[in-house]
């Protein structure tokens, strides 16, 4: 015969539960921001804006500053929602990226698991 169980029998079993989701979720953010910032980092001394790179050439722009006399800034927007913006920070004569800055924040931007998605 079975017993019937209480809902304070299983509170040990849902609070195990309830920490191991908290923390592979923050794991996983974590891990997800690193991974954006390993990105951008790729792009150092790549051409901007190559079209045969895959993390460098497809990019959307969304304004150009000048720095200096030898660099330019590019602002970037990561996703439709333009809560993650960043910049490269761009050598002018040999158009290569030299630098990177978070603009919107390092919260808003991590790598997302798009091919999960629909395509």
Same mark, same amino acid.
């Given at each position: ?15 195990? /539960? ?32 190559? !079209? ?9 722009? /969304? ?12 602002? /970037? ?7 993650? !913006?960043?910049?490269?920070? +761009? ?5 290569? +990226?030299?630098?990177? !800055?978070? +603009? ?16």
């Amino acid at each position: 015969m079975h017993t019937v169980r209480s809902v304070t029998d299983l509170k040990p079993l849902l609070t195990v /539960i309830s920490v191991v989701t908290l923390v592979t979720g923050c794991t996983t953010r974590a891990r997800l921001a690193q991974d954006f910032r390993n990105d951008r980092d790729r792009c150092l001394g790549e051409l901007f804006m190559d !079209r045969s790179s895959s993390n460098c050439g497809w990019l959307d722009v /969304i304004e150009m500053r000048t720095l200096d006399e030898r660099n330019d800034e590019y602002l /970037i927007a990561s996703d439709h929602m333009g809560r993650c !913006r960043w910049s490269y920070i +761009v050598d002018r004569a040999t158009r290569r +990226v030299i630098g990177w !800055r978070y +603009v919107s924040g390092e919260d808003n931007c991590y790598n997302r698991i798009d091919w999960l998605g629909p395509w």
